[in-house]
């Protein structure tokens, strides 16, 4: 199985690759447009700021690549953000695979959000084996408001979509890669779709 991790001008590729290959695969990460449509699955994390790297995917085509992409494609925490329309993040127009907007947390409490927190209302195959209010780990000052879309919902201020879905694309606000087993399990989910 050949996996692709688009590498962008984003961080945290180094500890998705970790996760895969703790899984027996040995990803490939590449911006290499070619690569990522012959890919079997893709994989958009990131952890950054929305419009450098926006502006990266679109110098370099990949915005193109990624909205007609049709294999299982995973944005993790940015990929997730940057998936949607659009991100209040230095007024950020987005890919659009999701309708949803971004928003920043109201500063009513401690942001960033960062640290273990329950996921809910799971509703999809990607949480295929993991219980209702299972944690995972986060590090986001932004979020998804909630859709029709979402497949899982978290509390951090206010309810927000902490994972989506629409057709082969899939994403999570949370950084499965550091989750550890339910974490992982999600991964193995991921490929096995």
């Not at 949803?100 to 960062?114: A, L, R, S």
């Not at 919902?153 to 999570?172: C, F, G, H, R």
Request: net charge negative; proline share 5%; with cysteine.
């Amino acid at each position: 199985m050949k996996i692709a991790i688009i590498k962008y001008n984003a961080g945290n590729i180094h500890s998705v690759r970790l996760a895969l290959q703790r899984e027996g695969i040995e990803p490939l990460v590449t911006d290499d447009p070619d690569q990522i449509q012959n890919a079997d699955k893709v994989i958009f994390p990131g952890v950054g700021e929305a419009s450098t790297a926006m502006d990266y995917l679109k110098q370099n085509g990949l915005d193109q690549i990624i909205t007609n992409l049709t294999q299982p494609f995973l944005g993790i925490c940015l990929g997730l953000q940057l998936m949607c329309a659009h991100s209040e993040e230095n007024d950020t127009e987005c890919l659009g695979i999701f309708d949803n907007q971004i928003k920043k947390f109201p500063p009513k409490d401690k942001v960033p959000h960062m640290g273990w927190n329950t996921i809910s209302n799971l509703s999809n195959g990607l949480f295929k084996g993991i219980k209702n209010g299972s944690y995972v780990y986060f590090v986001h000052s932004f979020y998804a408001e909630l859709s029709e879309t979402m497949i899982a919902q978290t509390e951090y201020i206010l309810p927000y979509a902490s994972a989506l879905q629409k057709d082969n694309y899939y994403a999570v606000q949370f950084h499965p890669e550091k989750s550890g087993k339910v974490g992982a399990q999600i991964l193995r989910n991921f490929l096995d779709l």
